[in-house]
């Protein structure tokens, strides 16, 4: 029985040792300055898709910042057309701009996030 006990306790340590062991590799890196912008950068993707599949798919021809490409501005473009309007145009294309890039839920969360660009 006391074999048992001992052996509980010893297993009860060894488990207190690797919960800490694991809160102090945490820490260690969140202080660390790449981990942290590492974060960041992850933070900025999880706020929304739209603003990541954007980056990722429109932003060669109209910007990174909606507003610096060769395309047209996209900085304001929440004022000119409506979340549909933008949808459609994704979808379809206009002009210079082929259609299709995105489709589905993707273009519906790249249309929302740039409607409201006003
Ligand atoms: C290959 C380059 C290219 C890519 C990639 C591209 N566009 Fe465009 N886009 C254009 C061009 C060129 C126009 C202007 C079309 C015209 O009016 O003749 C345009 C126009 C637009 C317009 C209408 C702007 C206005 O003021 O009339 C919207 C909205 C738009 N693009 C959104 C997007 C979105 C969202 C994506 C990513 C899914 C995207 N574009 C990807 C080239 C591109």
Redesign the pocket.
Known sequence: MKKLLYGLVCIAFLGFLTACGGGDNETEQDTTPTEEQAGDEQQTADAGDGDA??QQ??????GGDLKS??????DK?GS??SKD??EE??VN??????GG??TGE??DA??SW?AEKK
């Open positions: 599949l954007y798919n429109c932003s060669s021809c109209h490409g060769g395309a047209p501005d996209l473009v000119k057309y309007e933008i145009i994704i294309g206009k002009g210079g701009m082929p890039i995105l993707d273009a790249v249309a740039l």
